[in-house]
């Protein structure tokens, strides 16, 4: 029996405002599209936060094993500064700046965005398209969308009928927006007088003289509207119909909403059975993004170099920092949170690491069973991982009980219990262990350590307790305790 079959998984899904039970379209595998990103600039930690919340995702649902494919896309055109369909295209201006060609502004920040999601020990998407590698399927579900009596085409350029589609079906409840309040809060703006609505959206764009990116098409030269890459790609690769559609809290209005409209008015059918949204990272007190200046890129965080923060972070912090916080909650930046992170870090690595170390019994008093079934409640839960991450370091408080004999374990449940805690913390956390990611710099810290206590050893002896105790004060202010036994000083890392 696959483990599947014994967890009861549920999902909030956004298009319903409730949790409900997983139940995928075909039993035993999972289709899930998650929108990736705008390959124009490096990828920011606001960005990241949603793709390590939906690869703890996709861990958990291959742990539960499903077979799951996982589409995310790569947007290299067509993708406007302004969202309603006027301004320049992001790519096509940071080109112009840099004097070169748009597909190595592509190529540049999609190596990036690859190389920070790797350092984040992110798993690769199963299927990772690309806009511009779409084109043709793009222009024909134009066509289908056309001959459907949903869109309309007007000087070179085509338009989604937001109107007639919500006559007969419902367009904005995904956002819980009327199309009667949009229409009264919207105003005709000249740049968009080819459409009959200001609530219409482009499906294709006529390419101005300077605009460096364009494809031929039977209506203009010109580059498809931003919505319709991920309609294409996702039912191209999962179907008409799949399962799970992911993306970050701000994508719900208008870009899932046009997704919905398009795969509806292109098929009659609804595309998406769980819509799942990750909230947004603040960085003073407002959300990161790219457009305010408001943001901090993970390699500022990595090498230290920003004016936010006391130190640099490892990549393993940082993911630990964010899934502390559960995938739909808004999660503020600081240095205080981190360094938190950093300690509760160690302090759940040198738990596990001390599990072989552990005196064995021949009775385990504590019940393994369920707090291991707790673990899965907790991801069972809409992927609780803060949840999960506290029924961890209830593991370590029972790893300390043994470590002190107030607490018993078995051989057996001893290799039970570390089986389950490396499951959890880095089959579907994905996180590292730091002392086999660089065993060189674990060994040059207990060197450094191991000085310290010899200096306050001999402090001690010289009787400068106000020494002795100074070194103590601050190697525990930096997280490290030191323990004086019958046998010398050891340390542990808090």
């Not at 009327?178 to 009959?196: C, H, V």
């Not at 990272?281 to 943001?295: P, R």
């Not at 291991?372 to 609780?384: E, G, I, L, T, V």
Request: glycine share 6%; charged share 25%.
């Amino acid at each position: 029996m696959a483990l599947y079959q014994e967890q009861s998984l549920k999902l909030y899904n956004s298009m319903s405002g409730e949790k409900e039970i997983f139940t995928p379209i075909n039993e035993g595998n999972v289709g899930m599209y998650v929108c990736g990103p705008t390959v124009y600039s490096n990828v920011h930690l606001g960005n990241c936060r949603t793709f390590i919340s939906f690869d703890l995702i996709f861990r958990y649902l291959k742990h539960l094993g499903y077979k799951v494919r996982y589409v995310r896309n790569i947007t290299d055109a067509g993708h406007l500064e302004n969202d309603a369909d006027s301004g320049e295209d992001r790519i096509s201006k940071k080109a112009r700046l840099e004097q070169i060609e748009p597909m190595e502004v592509v190529q540049k920040y999609t190596v990036d965005f690859h190389n920070i999601l790797n350092k984040f020990n992110n798993f690769p998407p199963s299927i990772e398209p690309t806009a511009t590698g779409h084109i043709v399927e793009q222009i024909e579900i134009i066509k289908t969308i056309l001959k459907n009596g949903f869109a309309y085409e007007a000087n070179g350029s085509v338009y989604f009928d937001v109107i007639k589609f919500n006559k007969e079906h419902s367009y904005g409840r995904l956002s819980g927006r009327a199309i009667e309040d949009m229409i009264a809060n919207t105003r005709e703006l000249a740049a968009q007088s080819d459409k009959r609505n200001p609530q219409d959206f482009a499906l294709w764009k006529k390419a101005e003289p300077q605009h460096i990116m364009r494809w031929p098409s039977p209506w203009s030269d010109g580059f498809p509207g931003w919505h319709l890459e991920c309609t294409v790609m996702s039912t191209k690769y999962l179907g008409e119909e799949f399962d799970i559609h992911g993306g970050g809290m701000d994508l719900k209005f208008p870009h899932h909403e046009c997704e919905i409209a398009q795969g509806e008015a292109a098929t009659g059918k609804s595309p998406v059975n769980y819509w799942l949204h990750a909230n947004m990272l603040t960085l003073n007190g407002k959300k990161m993004a790219k457009s305010t200046g408001n943001f901090i890129l993970p390699e500022q965080i990595f090498s230290g170099n920003n004016d936010v923060l006391t130190k640099a972070f490892s990549p393993n912090v940082v993911r630990f920092f964010i899934l502390q916080a559960h995938y739909r909650s808004i999660l503020d930046f600081s240095s205080e949170a981190l360094l938190g992170s950093e300690k509760g870090f160690n302090r759940l690595m040198e738990a596990y690491r001390s599990i072989d170390d552990l005196p064995t019994s021949d009775k385990t008093d504590f019940d393994l069973a369920n707090w291991k079934q707790s673990c899965y409640d907790a991801m069972n839960d809409d992927f609780n991982s803060p949840i999960l991450i506290a029924k961890l370091f209830d593991a370590v408080k029972l790893i300390n009980g043994v470590k002190d004999g107030s607490t018993h374990i078995t051989q057996e449940d001893r290799g039970v219990f570390k089986t389950a805690l490396s499951a959890f913390m880095f089959d579907i956390l994905g996180l590292v262990d730091a002392s086999s990611e660089n065993e060189n710099d674990t060994d040059k810290l207990s060197g450094t350590i191991e000085l310290l206590i010899n200096l306050r050893a001999e402090a001690r002896t010289n009787k400068n307790f106000a020494l002795s105790d100074q070194i103590r004060d601050q190697l525990l202010e930096l997280g490290i305790q030191l323990k004086d036994g019958k046998e010398g000083t050891s340390f542990s890392i808090k």
